[in-house]
Every structure is written in structure tokens, then in C-alpha cells.
């Protein structure tokens, strides 16, 4: 008897012992992990520094942490084919982009194939080591308090996204870089990290590491990417992360999501007609070729104050005294025609001026560079949207938060239903 | 022969040799990264600069004028150079020049020429006279002498404005002297250079129509010419007694570094594995299961609400009907951590399944 007391002593002793060991191991791992972020603060990287560091510290967390989140998850199977899924959707993305704007060479694969071959011995160990440093904080997130950690992981792993140095850089950066850095950079990143969360929440680590390392192969692998500006390429990618997530809670929550969204709506008839009117009013406006400004300056007061809503019809037939709107480079200029010139090689231009001007625009305004002719002013209701554009600096941004909140929403749900709370 | 190959298997599977090799292949790894960065932050080659010659040549002249007996110069019909000189009182000048050339550097010999030349400029016309050239040994290193006879000089100034029929304004005198050495050096012990030189000092006396004073002024006095070399000494490491290139150094640190990272990691995931085999299979079925099994002492459990009972021989089945019914499997024992079994309960349905005897036994 005492024997049989003493081998379940020593076994609990040995299985204490063992836990004592791999948490000092954890510790060390995720004490190397901060160190693969912070260490250009302490060592230059410069040569071959980075290619060496980041990735043979990864392969020593992922080998201390790999056992602990290689665990069953039920949904597993399933997830691991959403993975492909998702590369096949951003595969068609792109080309139906590339398509439509043209396609761009990716700068990360303008180098010989030893430098392709180099960047990826340093990313795809690296990003192993991400993803299981990801996955084993994850599966530590137990409880009440699972779903805040799990949001605070995907914002700290969206932060490391960029490069310590780059922070540092951004100390003196101006309010509206930091705008559209928060908007082009951090939160797809931040949307991306929420997507890859929620994967190993739901298929483990092989789904995590999985998209993650397919991701990192296809950015250091493919030639030729859409000629599309970083801001489109944010928003599309917060939007895709949107739709990845869509699929991953349908597919895990056997929905019909057609039957399901239906039914909402035909509880209420404004969500039908909410969006018809919206559909109504956008496609007028594209069939009529005619565009809605908001006035952002007091240039035409009174005739028009900041605020009001212009709706500008293209029209051929422009004369003195019409108010036009015409591109100055990139922005938008709403005016007088002050006086229609005709010039020695019998060319046309307008001169014009702001009604609360006391002196002619600087510039002249040849017919290819005019919008259209003012047709409606609706007072003071775009008053708003200046002061959410102060705040997002450009409309891509907004459109990005709008996306994003809808992860954010859906995000918070999912994650709970996934951790059981 | 199998017996050694059983004991070389052994001692490698043993955890205690594992622990060994995993700490030489980590304190191999911190020297191999270390090695790196440490060759990043020296230059792959220093330069050094030589001088095969350093050559330095110098004029300098002072003068005494000779003047009229004066007041201002009281009465003395001699003055240096500190002096002002009135052009009025002015007789003539003695100049005395030197051109001295030194070496930083051992020079095996000097020679070359040397000339002086007189340019008379005036507003209306200007002329040029050789006064004097030869050997450079005959001015090198030495106190030379030049008498500019001011009354002459005027006289024949005079006579010129007459002839071309104008006056000037400004007179200027003007000597150029040009030296032009050759020097042969000696460098490294073994090779001769030879190089030619040259100074060309000005020295220049004005007088302006109006201006009581003379001036007088000497310029590109000085002239330095040094011929260096540049030596590249590519920088090397040494490393258990061989000495490396840098570069080659930087690729056997990062070969290295992968190397005993990689082997870091196959040792560990290797380790974590068979270390999982020797537990018992219980214990392995929970570690994977853990997301879908939950623990209860409670006897009671499976025992009285189900109308069925359906007892499994597989776990595995047990896990696929997690999955599919969505129902957390139950692992029941009692407050000892014995009489282990596992239960599903899905409505009136009671799935159970027992581990036998062996699955409590470490699997070997």
C-alpha cells in the first residue's frame, strides 16, 4: 500500500517537476521571441544580421512551444481547407486587379533567386515563430478574460507588423502620417492578426501557421502584383479579412448565410429600402455624370458656405458666371468662371475666382480639367463629413475603419462563441 | 555489431546526453550569432596612408632702400624694410632673396634651373627683360642679391612715355623668378621616383601717379608637394588557431548559426515527442484532447439521466462524436486521480469509454 502511495507521490512529483521545467522553458521562449522585435535597437542589423537572427531564434521558440499548442481542435479539417480557400480568393483578387489597373512588379521579388531564396530562410522561420508564440498565448487565454486577450495579442502582434525602427522614425512624424500609417498600415495588419487568431482558435496551429506561411510565400514569391495604391491595398485587404471571416464563422457555425441574412431583412422593410434608395441614388449619379462635393472652404461664401453638398453635372456648355468645378491638380476647386479667354492658337480657357475672392485664381482652367457645372446645393448637411475627414484624413481610411469595425463587431462574437463564453 | 549500434542508439536517446548536446549546440549558436554581429561592427579592411615624398619649398626676401638724406628718415640714406618708402626719396633697393627646399622624406638628389625675369607695366605699355638664370645649386639653400636701381629705372620709364607719347598713371615692377627643381627620392629602400618641381614667387614694387608711398609686396611664397600611397589591409579573424577572412567568417558564422538552430530545434521537437511516448496513453489522450475534455470527480455523472448508454472501445470514436454532436467529453475520476473514464452525454444518449489496464502503463 505505502508503496503504491509513494509511485502516485513520485509520479505527481515527476509531472511537477516536468511543468516547472517546460514553464522556465516558455518564459525563455517568449523572453527570445520580444528579442527577435526589439533587438535593431541594440545591434545594428545591418547585412547579413537580419537574415540570420530573426530566423534561427524563431525556429528555437517554435521547437520550445510547438508541443504545448499542437493540440486537437474539432474544427481542424475544415479550417485547414478554408486556408486554401482564402489563397485562391486572394489569387483571383489580385488578377481581376490586375486586370482592371494593370499589373506592377513586386520590388520583394526584384532580386536574383538567391535574394528570393534568402528572404525566405528569413521569413518563413520567422513567421513559424510568430505563429506559435501566437497560438501558445492563445491556448493560455482561458476564462472570462479570453476574448480581451484575445484582442490584445492580435493588437500587439499587429504593432510588430513594422519594424521597431520604423516607431522610432514616427516620433516626428505629423498627425496626418501617423493617420495614415493607423489606417494603411496598422489596421490591416490589425484585421490580418485578428483573421490568423481566430484560425488557430478554431483549426489550431496548423491552420495559423499555415495561412500565415502561405501568405509570406506568396508576398516574396510573386512577380508581378496589381498596380494599385497602398491605400486601395489596405482597404481591400481589410475588407478580405472581413470576408475570410464571414466564411470561418458560416462554415464553423454551419449557417446558410443567404437564408439567414433574408430573414433579417424581411422583418424590416427600411433594410430593404435603405439600400435601394442607396443603389437608386449611386447609380443615377453614374449614369448622369455627376458628382457630389462637399464644400470645404469659405472661397465661394455666400454662395456657398462650408458644409454644403454641390451636385456637379457635366455639361459642355460653360459661360461666364456658372459656378464649375475643376481639378487643380489633385484636389477639387469649386469657382466662378470669371471670364472665358480665347487664346492665339485658338484654344479656350476660363479664368476664375471665389465669390468671397478679391482677385482672379492664379490659374487657368482649360476645358479637359473641368468636372462639371453646379447644379444643387444642399446647405450645411456635409458638415459632418468635413469633421470625420479631419479625423481620417482620406476617404480610403474611413472606408478601412468602416470595414474594420465590422471584424471588430463580428470578431468579438465569433471569438467568444469559439472560447464558449 | 548490433549490440554497439543498440548501446550508440541508447546513449543517444538517453535525456541526459540529450541535455548535454543541447547546451554545446546552444552555446554554439550564441557564439555563432555573437561571431556575427561582432564581424559587423569592424570594417572588413583598414586603409593606411604612406608618403614616398614630402617636399617642401620656401622663398622669402627682405630689402634695405637706399634714399635721400631727410627729415622723415633723420638724415639716414639707409632703411629697411619696416619702413615706408617714398617714392620721392627713393634712390634703390637691395633686395635679398632665398629659396630654400626641404625634405620630411630622404631626396637622393637635387638639380634643375632657375630664371629671373623683369616686367616693367605701366597703363600705356609694358616690357620684359631676362636678369638672370642658370643652375639652381647656384640659389638653392643660399642668400641671393638683387639691386634694383630705382633712378635708372625711372629714367628709362621716362624715356619710353616719351617715346610712345603718353604718361602712366601706375608703374609697376614686377620680378618673376621660377624655380624648377628635380628631385630624385629613394622609397622603400629600393625604388628611385623622381619628380619634378616648381615655385614661381612674384615679387612686386608699385607706385601710383598721386601716392607719395611705394609699395611693396611678394606672393606665392610657398609651395608643399607630397606623394602618398595607400595600403588596403583586409581585416581577418582568427578562430581555433585559423585565420579567416571577414567575409568568409561572416558566411561560417551564419552557416553555423542555421546549422546548430536547426539542430536546436529538431533535438527539442524530437525530444518533446518521445518524451510524449513514454507517458502513459491516458495522459497522451488528454494533452492532445484538452480543447474537448473537461474534468469532474463527481460520481453521478452519466449515471442516471440517459436512457442509453453506448460504451465505445475506441477514443477516437468517442472524439468524432464530440465533434459532430458538439459535446465536451467528460473525464471522470475520483478524488485520487483513479478509476479514470471518459464520458459523453448527448441528451438521452450516454457514450462511455473506459481505458483499460495498459493504457495507465508507460508505452515503451
Excluded at chain 2, 547546451?23 to 579592411?45: D, E, M, N, R, W
Excluded at chain 2, 637635387?110 to 616690357?127: C, D, E, I, P, Q
Aim: glycine content about 4%.
Amino acid at each position: 500500500m505505502s508503496i503504491g502511495v509513494n509511485k502516485v507521490f513520485l509520479r505527481s512529483l515527476s509531472n511537477e517537476l516536468r511543468g516547472l521545467r517546460f514553464k522556465f522553458l516558455a518564459y525563455v521562449a517568449l523572453a527570445l521571441f520580444i528579442f527577435i522585435y526589439f533587438y535593431p535597437l541594440i545591434i545594428t542589423p545591418k547585412g547579413l544580421i537580419p537574415y540570420v537572427i530573426p530566423p534561427t531564434t524563431s525556429l528555437i521558440v517554435f521547437s520550445i512551444l510547438y508541443g504545448v499548442v499542437a493540440t486537437f481542435k474539432p474544427y481542424e479539417e475544415r479550417v485547414l481547407n478554408l486556408v486554401i480557400l482564402f489563397f485562391v480568393i486572394k489569387i483571383l483578387t489580385d488578377l481581376t486587379l490586375g486586370v482592371v489597373k494593370g499589373f506592377g512588379l513586386n520590388i520583394l521579388t526584384l532580386t536574383s533567386y538567391v535574394g528570393i531564396a534568402m528572404n525566405l530562410m528569413r521569413e518563413l522561420p520567422t513567421v513559424l515563430g510568430f505563429e506559435v508564440v501566437r497560438a501558445y498565448l492563445l491556448s493560455k487565454a482561458r476564462g472570462g478574460k479570453s476574448v480581451v486577450a484575445f484582442l490584445s495579442i492580435s493588437a500587439a502582434f499587429a504593432l510588430m507588423n513594422e519594424p521597431i525602427t520604423r516607431y522610432v522614425n514616427m516620433l516626428n512624424s505629423s498627425y496626418n502620417e501617423v493617420v495614415n500609417f493607423m489606417f494603411k498600415n496598422y489596421v490591416p495588419a490589425l484585421a490580418q492578426n485578428m483573421l490568423l487568431g481566430i484560425l488557430y482558435v478554431s483549426g489550431g496551429f496548423n491552420a495559423n501557421a499555415l495561412y500565415a506561411l502561405l501568405d509570406k510565400l506568396y508576398i516574396y514569391t510573386t512577380p508581378l502584383l496589381p498596380n494599385i495604391s497602398l491605400g486601395v491595398r489596405s482597404v481591400i485587404a481589410v475588407i478580405q479579412a472581413f470576408v475570410f471571416f464571414s466564411i470561418v464563422e458560416a462554415t464553423l457555425k454551419e449557417q446558410d448565410v443567404f437564408s439567414k441574412y433574408s430573414f433579417k431583412l424581411s422583418k424590416n422593410f427600411l433594410s430593404y429600402l435603405i439600400p435601394a434608395l442607396i443603389f437608386l441614388l449611386v447609380g443615377a449619379l453614374l449614369l448622369s455624370n455627376a458628382r457630389l462635393f462637399v464644400v470645404s472652404s469659405g472661397s465661394m461664401v455666400p454662395t456657398l458656405n462650408v458644409g454644403d453638398v454641390v451636385l456637379v453635372v457635366k455639361s459642355n456648355e460653360v459661360g461666364v458666371g456658372d459656378i464649375i468645378a475643376f481639378y487643380v491638380g489633385s484636389e477639387v476647386v469649386i469657382h466662378r468662371v470669371y471670364d472665358v479667354v480665347v487664346d492665339s492658337d485658338g484654344s479656350t480657357y476660363f479664368t476664375t475666382k471665389g465669390d468671397n475672392n478679391d482677385h482672379v485664381d492664379p490659374f487657368k482652367v482649360e476645358p479637359p480639367y473641368v468636372v462639371g457645372k453646379l447644379a444643387l446645393v444642399i446647405p450645411y448637411v456635409g458638415i459632418i463629413w468635413i469633421y470625420v475627414m479631419k479625423f481620417f484624413i482620406e476617404y480610403l481610411n474611413l472606408l478601412s475603419f468602416v470595414f474594420f469595425s465590422l471584424i471588430l463587431t463580428q470578431s468579438l462574437s465569433f471569438s467568444r462563441w469559439l472560447y464558449g463564453e | 555489431m548490433v549490440s554497439k549500434l543498440n548501446l550508440k542508439l541508447k546513449v543517444f536517446k538517453s535525456q541526459g546526453f540529450r541535455i548535454a548536446l543541447l547546451i554545446v549546440l546552444t552555446t554554439a549558436f550564441v557564439i555563432s550569432t555573437a561571431g556575427l554581429v561582432y564581424s559587423y561592427s569592424v570594417p572588413t579592411a583598414t586603409r593606411e596612408v604612406y608618403t614616398y615624398v614630402k617636399v617642401s619649398q620656401k622663398f622669402s626676401v627682405d630689402y634695405v632702400a637706399y634714399v635721400k638724406e631727410s627729415l622723415i628718415y633723420d638724415n639716414r640714406t639707409v632703411i629697411t624694410s619696416r619702413e615706408p618708402i617714398y617714392f620721392k626719396l627713393l634712390k634703390g633697393l637691395n633686395v635679398t632673396y632665398t629659396y630654400v627646399l626641404t625634405s620630411e622624406t630622404p631626396i637622393k638628389n637635387v638639380r634643375g634651373s632657375y630664371t629671373v625675369t623683369l616686367a616693367l607695366n605701366t597703363t600705356s605699355w609694358s616690357k620684359t627683360f631676362t636678369i638672370a638664370g642658370g643652375d639652381l645649386s647656384e640659389v638653392l639653400n643660399k642668400t641671393n642679391y638683387l639691386y634694383i636701381n630705382f633712378t635708372e629705372l625711372f629714367d628709362y620709364i621716362s624715356k619710353v612715355d616719351k617715346e610712345v607719347g603718353g604718361s602712366s598713371k601706375t608703374y609697376d615692377i614686377i620680378y618673376y623668378f621660377s624655380f624648377k627643381p628635380t628631385i630624385t627620392a629613394v622609397v622603400n629602400n629600393s625604388k628611385t621616383l623622381t619628380y619634378q618641381l616648381s615655385l614661381t614667387p612674384k615679387v612686386k614694387v608699385s607706385y601710383e601717379v598721386g601716392k607719395s608711398v611705394i609699395d611693396f609686396t611678394v606672393q606665392d611664397t610657398e609651395k608643399e608637394f607630397k606623394d602618398t600611397y595607400e595600403l588596403i589591409n583586409p581585416t581577418y579573424v582568427r578562430v581555433f588557431g585559423l585565420t579567416l577572412d571577414l567575409s568568409v567568417f561572416r558566411l561560417a558564422s551564419m552557416t553555423s548559426s542555421f546549422i546548430c538552430s536547426g539542430l536546436i530545434a529538431f533535438i527539442a521537437i524530437t525530444s518533446t515527442i518521445s518524451s510524449s511516448r513514454e507517458k502513459p496513453l491516458v495522459d497522451k489522450l488528454i494533452n492532445k484532447y484538452k480543447d474537448i475534455i473537461i474534468a469532474s470527480t463527481s460520481d453521478e455523472i452519466g449515471t442516471t439521466q440517459a436512457s442509453r448508454k453506448v460504451v465505445l472501445t475506441d477514443f477516437k470514436d468517442m472524439v468524432k462524436v464530440a465533434t459532430i454532436r458538439k459535446k465536451p467529453i467528460i473525464k471522470v475520476s475520483n478524488e485520487a486521480g483513479s478509476n479514470v473514464r471518459f464520458i459523453l452525454v448527448d441528451d438521452d444518449v450516454i457514450y462511455e469509454y473506459i481505458p483499460s489496464e495498459e493504457s495507465f502503463k508507460i508505452q515503451k
